[in-house]
């Protein structure tokens, strides 16, 4: 079946401009996750979400970064204001549910601020 | 806070010989413990995991993990590499409590495979 789809693969956008980061999960899975992956570091949690609601988004640098995912499936990872030091890998991950369960990643979006 | 350490950052190994991967974590109980392995372009992709049990567990492609309580370790083991194993490995930590969905990851090992 699908796997995690992530859109797009890649995004370059000018310091100050607000982008976008979609992640399609698996069909079923109700908990979502994204991650940061800055070069050379593993990944870093940002945000859970449990169907709709954000359980967890402890893991957010600061009030620029925002995620939804209103109807339970599709997630979007939203920054306002880029920095050049948003660069990075942005991972979307789902799983059948949370406590253990295996979370399935996605390639992943390569985000570079200039 | 949990924390997972990976002391080697880059790896080669010959293709056939034996591979050993270093894990170290940080964490006030048993945590949940995983392997994860990430290919060029590719997305991570689960090796094995450990929550307890058997302190051995087996996994895909051939890899294996050992839990050692007494050494906070999880090594990732590989009697024979083939050169399709080349790759970035990442050990992760899981919090066995209340924020259990919540992955922490090591900085990873890149593994170099040569023919």
């Known amino acids: 079946g699908a796997g995690v789809s992530q859109t797009p693969s890649n995004k370059v956008t000018e310091k100050g401009k607000y982008v976008e980061l979609r992640c399609d999960p698996i069909s079923g899975h109700t908990a979502l996750y994204w991650y940061r992956q800055s070069l050379g570091q593993g990944p870093e949690f940002l945000i859970y979400f449990q169907g709709t609601g954000a359980a967890d988004d402890s893991g957010l640098p600061n009030d620029r970064f925002f995620a939804v995912r209103p109807e339970g499936s599709v997630s979007t990872l939203k920054i306002q204001r880029t920095e050049r030091g948003d660069s990075a890998v942005y991972l979307c991950?789902?799983?059948?549910?949370?406590?253990?369960?295996?979370?399935?990643f996605g390639p992943g979006t390569r985000l570079t601020v200039t | 806070a949990q924390s997972v350490t990976q002391p080697d950052i880059h790896i080669t190994v010959s293709e056939g010989a034996s591979l050993e991967l270093r894990c170290n974590y940080s964490?006030?109980?048993?945590?949940?413990l995983f392997w994860y392995v990430q290919s060029p372009g590719q997305g991570l992709q689960l090796l094995l995991k450990y929550f307890s049990g058997d302190t051995l567990v087996q996994g895909i492609k051939g890899f294996e993990a050992e839990f050692k309580r007494s050494q906070s370790s999880f090594n990732l083991r590989k009697p024979s590499v083939h050169w399709s194993d080349a790759a970035e490995y990442f050990c992760a930590v899981g919090d066995s409590g209340g924020s259990n969905y919540k992955l922490t990851f090591g900085k990873g090992t890149l593994l170099t495979v040569n023919p």
């Open positions: 991950a789902s799983s059948l549910g949370s406590g253990g369960y295996e979370q399935y």
């Open positions: 964490y006030g109980a048993t945590p949940y």
